[in-house]
């Protein structure tokens, strides 16, 4: 799994308040919302009729919004600025996944063992390889209620692609405990954990926890096919 960008985008406050300075309420709202798709999905679509489905109301404001997201060479718009924020942010955590699946070849036997020392840990087997970390994985996939509990193997695979190789389990154990404590980890909506890794829930503020999860399954997949040009 390559997760891209984080959740949240970045936002240099004094430079956004003198871009958008004497523009109209609903103008700044549009010109958030067109930002958080580009963070989201990469680029936006230059179609006004996308842009209207969007974010309705858009289009009164196309000409100005338009200076902000000129078009690029694949003929979609993007802001040039949040885009050297989004490079920088895949190119950081592109960095992070390296790094660790190095570190992970030498903690699973396949990297060089330090002549230096007088004792070398015993090689570890593929089969033993493919169920290291398992003990930990089920810890976090058993804080899960009965109902989430779904797609063990998708979610070990993960696990091993991203914690083993990322951070410690046991922030990654407590952060799946706090979460099913929460009052959104106990709501209908509750995400499930795989979709916990996902999201890397380790680095969220378990104050947003605090609300009940409402389902946006229908709304993203709205959004997709608007994009699609659907």
């Not at 903690?107 to 398992?134: I, Y």
């Not at 695979?157 to 190789?165: A, G, I, M, P």
């Not at 009052?183 to 503020?205: C, F, I, M, N, T």
């Amino acid at each position: 799994m390559e997760r891209k960008v984080k959740a949240w985008m970045p936002l240099y406050v004094s430079d956004f308040l003198i871009a958008t300075l004497g523009w109209e309420a609903d103008a700044v709202g549009h010109y958030i919302r067109l930002l958080a798709i580009q963070w989201d999905k990469g680029s936006i679509p230059s179609d006004p009729e996308q842009w209207e489905a969007l974010s309705h109301g858009v289009n009164q404001h196309r000409e100005m919004l338009e200076e902000k997201f000129p078009i690029s060479a694949d003929g979609f718009r993007r802001n040039l600025r949040l885009e050297e924020e989004r490079l920088k942010a895949q190119k950081v955590y592109s960095k992070k996944v390296a790094a660790g699946r190095e570190g992970a070849k030498k903690r699973w036997g396949g990297g060089e063992v330090d002549s230096s020392s007088s004792q070398s840990p015993p090689p570890v087997s593929p089969r033993n390889a493919a169920t290291l970390g398992q003990a930990d994985a089920r810890k976090a996939f058993d804080c899960a209620p009965v109902s989430k509990k779904q797609g063990w193997r998708s979610f070990f695979r993960l696990w091993k692609d991203v914690v083993l190789t990322q951070i410690e389990p046991d922030i990654v154990i407590k952060a799946f405990e706090d979460y099913y404590s929460s009052d959104q980890g106990k709501g209908k909506y509750a995400r499930g954990p795989k979709r916990l890794l996902e999201d890397a829930v380790w680095e969220d503020d378990p104050k947003s926890w605090l609300d009940e999860q409402v389902d946006t399954t229908d709304q993203m997949a709205m959004l997709d096919k608007i994009l699609d040009g659907g």
